[in-house]
């Protein structure tokens, strides 16, 4: 099966940076997906890795590790409207079916204040 | 807009009845995914359809099936509802089956399904 662990909440301050940890097990590991969701919203993506390093993307960057089985969010010039649930997702490669299989974490709150 | 439709986007209905939630993918994808998510936990993968043909399968319930019809979009069958059914069901969609690549998936707003 797998096992993806995020902390539920953090508070940070506008303007500043925040980094969001997720670590997992899986099997069959097919890459690592992070998506924003706001309260009563779908979820949408924000960024991807399947190899190990930093993948940037305006203020938001991912990193990934799969060795040791760890990602992380960062979050530059950290905004209001930030203010949402970070969702950590691993994808399984499936042998039988070719099935695609996306596992979401339960997901980091995160609240900006200024 | 992420181009998924969802209906209804609000649903009532009392326990052991039957709901149909409905989801049409964006124009040109052909993966659909079905995930339930209540207030204690997080989305829960229940199953993936590409082109017409289940291809994964999480934690779905035997009261629940889905299909996906030639013209692409797929429904979510709920039968014999609980109280803890009560939760909102999202519908992504993807070009393909995304063994490579971003994989991104593109979800609907939701329906909102309230078991009482």
């Known amino acids: 099966g797998q096992n993806i662990d995020q902390p539920t909440e953090m508070t940070a301050t506008e303007g500043a940076i925040v980094q969001i940890n997720c670590t997992y097990q899986?099997?069959?590991?097919?890459?690592l997906f992070w998506y924003q969701q706001h309260a009563g919203e779908a979820p949408t993506f924000l960024s991807y890795?399947?190899?190990?390093g930093l993948e940037e993307k305006g203020r938001f960057s991912s990193f990934l590790s799969r060795s040791k089985g760890y990602s992380y969010l960062l979050l530059k010039e950290l905004q209001m409207k930030d203010s949402a649930s970070y969702l950590c997702?691993?994808?399984?490669?499936?042998?039988?079916?070719?099935?695609?299989?996306?596992?979401f974490g339960t997901g980091t709150q995160l609240k900006v204040e200024l | 807009d992420s181009g998924v439709t969802q209906t209804p986007k609000h649903l009532i209905t009392a326990t052991g009845q039957r709901v149909t939630l409905r989801c049409s993918p964006r124009s040109g994808d052909l993966s659909v995914y079905w995930y339930q998510q209540s207030l204690d936990q997080g989305l829960q993968f229940l199953i993936h359809y590409y082109n017409g043909e289940e291809r994964a399968k999480g934690n779905i319930l035997e009261r629940f099936s889905a299909q996906q019809f030639p013209d692409l979009h797929s429904e979510l069958n709920l039968s014999s509802l609980e109280l803890g059914d009560s939760a909102l069901y999202f519908c992504a969609s993807s070009v393909g089956v995304e063994r490579d690549g971003t994989g991104e998936l593109f979800f609907g707003e939701g329906s909102r399904l309230t078991v009482l």
């Open positions: 890795n399947v190899l190990d």
């Open positions: 997702a691993v994808r399984r490669l499936i042998l039988t079916g070719g099935g695609n299989k996306l596992t």
């Open positions: 899986t099997s069959g590991f097919n890459g």
